[in-house]
């Protein structure tokens, strides 16, 4: 069993636990619930976005702890302050150290959220616009492409973009008309290794009218350069900013040098 096996296995019987703690109703009676949503699209077209999706994670599977006590508002209101487009917060607790209590506390920040976990399931999507999250992540590599469609409309259906995840050509056919934002992650999330040539090879066999992402392994001005001369409209990026002693000055380090690039 590969590493992702391991945590979708984790997550039905973390999710079907959740279920009988918290009924659907209590999730949809919460204030964050009836809030509006922040488009990422909207956010990652707006000329002279940084395109910057700035993500929250305090470890991985792939590098143990990156900064284990992190302190999620302040440099959530860093990252927002200094101009990224987005917000990811890992809520997954067992792998990566995450907490549905980050996003809830991101949240204070107004600009779009992605709530970033491995969904499978319509509840998930409900705890997540109740957190207030905006954006869901659904990655193909653990769903069949009729799940995607149904949780992606699903997610729609509560307002919530969705940002499908793909990481080989053979997950193409995962795309459809309710996933109109497709990442590709750099990283392979079964043996973990970085190619960012193989996402920029794969991003020519995505339909034109997709907002493209590239995720994972970003660390550099000129990955960022590269992936916007081949069409992409976002960067996501977590690692680089976490493992530095001061993430928000890293942070509006980077993006005026990136800016000054441009
Ligand atoms: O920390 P990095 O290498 O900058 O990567 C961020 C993000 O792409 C990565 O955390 C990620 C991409 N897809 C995921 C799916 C689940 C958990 C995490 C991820």
């Known amino acids: 069993m590969n590493i992702l096996d391991t945590i979708i296995e984790h997550k039905r019987k973390e999710v079907a636990a959740r279920k009988q703690q918290t009924a659907y109703k209590a999730l949809e009676a919460t204030a964050a619930f009836q809030q509006p949503v922040r488009l990422l699209s909207a956010s990652l077209e707006q000329p002279g ?17 990156i900064n284990k006590d ?9 990252y927002t302050k200094y101009g990224a487009a ?11 150290g995450g907490a549905a209590a980050d996003l809830i506390t991101a949240r204070k920040n107004d600009i779009p959220i992605l709530r970033k976990d491995f969904i499978v399931d319509e509840y998930q999507i409900v705890e997540a616009r109740s957190f207030g999250a905006d954006i869901i992540l659904l990655i193909a590599a653990c769903l069949t492409p009729a799940e995607v469609e149904r949780l992606a409309l699903f ?6 973009e969705t940002i499908l995840e793909l990481h080989a050509e053979a997950e193409l056919e995962h795309v459809c ?3 109109k934002i497709v990442g590709i ?25 997709k907002i493209k992402i590239a ?19 976002g960067f996501l ?15 509006a380090d980077f993006v005026s040098r990136l800016k000054k690039e441009a």
């Open 215 to 233: 995720e994972s392994g970003i660390d550099k001005i000129e990955d960022i350069l590269l992936f916007r001369r081949n069409g992409f409209k």
């Open 49 to 65: 976005s940084t395109g910057i999706i700035a993500e929250f994670k305090r470890k991985s599977p792939s590098r143990g702890f």
């Open 177 to 179: 008309d309710a996933t």
């Open 70 to 78: 992190a302190d999620v508002t302040a440099i959530t209101e860093a």
């Open 155 to 160: 997610a729609a259906s509560l307002g919530l």
């Open 185 to 209: 992650n750099n990283r392979d999330l079964k043996t973990f290794s970085v190619d960012l040539e193989r996402s920029l090879k794969m991003a020519e066999k995505i339909p034109a009218d």
């Open 237 to 251: 990026i977590g690692e680089y900013f976490m493992r530095q002693e001061n993430p928000p000055v890293a942070f």
């Open 86 to 96: 987005a917000l990811s917060v890992l809520t997954d607790e067992n792998f990566f």
